[in-house]
């Protein structure tokens, strides 16, 4: 049976299996998300429960502090596929509003978690915060949990290479470009996915066929550049992962545009993909964009890319850095 989705906070027609639920935004699923998610569902399998993971849309900071307009690091959908890749039995999505965010952190635990959610076990991360203001903390959680019928586990931060594991982080990090240290504390590189769209096929006439992938709004860029990538014909990344280079920027040396545009070019491949939804991971960084004198010039470049492309996707995960 694949994972059931919810949204809002009635929950009902579950059977009277016990529930256990992890809560938090998990924006991009990292190794710090996965491992409480991996000791949920270890955990619920134990008691023959009910893994339940508990998110909000849209994310609370959209909410609290909207002129903020914080990029995030996946789409719903694509976090919806990897809590189900994860074992998740039930992904509860709670609408994050107005009412939501001005509800006391007593009243949360009591009417969501212990009410709504009949949770027995509340699981959840070192720097969660919850109920009106952010009051609420995982402390609060285990004072409150055994009179309302939950016990509460708090689970520390995961660092990697000394780095503490967060959607905070993550996003710095693609956004400078460093995708290879992103991809460590994701467990996986960095990707957006997009539909091809028609292009001036400027790239062909350089000897160089490109995809012009459409960059999805309100999802973190990272930053302009050339990078080693792999793209999958299916933006839920299904089938094979096939070798590529890709640059996203505005195209200095012609001119460019209003709007950064993401091309790839994948090795060995010459079918038309406009129309398809592709999804490109960043590998690892390999120059700064940057203009050209001639066309000439550029392909000569490009040359080097693919290259230095194919060296860098030959190395283990996370063997490179940017």
Known sequence: MGMIVKRGR???DLGDAPRLAAIGAFDGVHVGHRRIIQELV????RARGLALAVTFEPHPMHVISPAAALPLLMTPAAKAAALAGLGVDVLVTLEFDRELAAMEAADFARDVLAGDLRSREVLVGWNFTFGRGGRGD???LRRLGPGLGFSTTV???VTVAGTVASSTAIRGLVQRGEVTAAAALLG??????GEVRRGAGRGRALGFPTANVGLPAGLVHPHAGVYAARVCRDSAGHGPALPAVANIGMRPTFAGGAAPVLEVHVFD???DLCGQELLVEFVSRLRDERRFASPGELALQITRDVSAARAALRRPFGGAPD
């Open 10 to 12: 009635v929950i009902d």
């Open 42 to 45: 270890a955990r619920s399998r």
């Open 138 to 140: 995982p402390a609060l």
């Open 155 to 157: 689970f520390p931060p």
């Open 188 to 193: 996986r590189p960095y990707a957006l996915s």
């Open 269 to 271: 491949f010459d079918a």
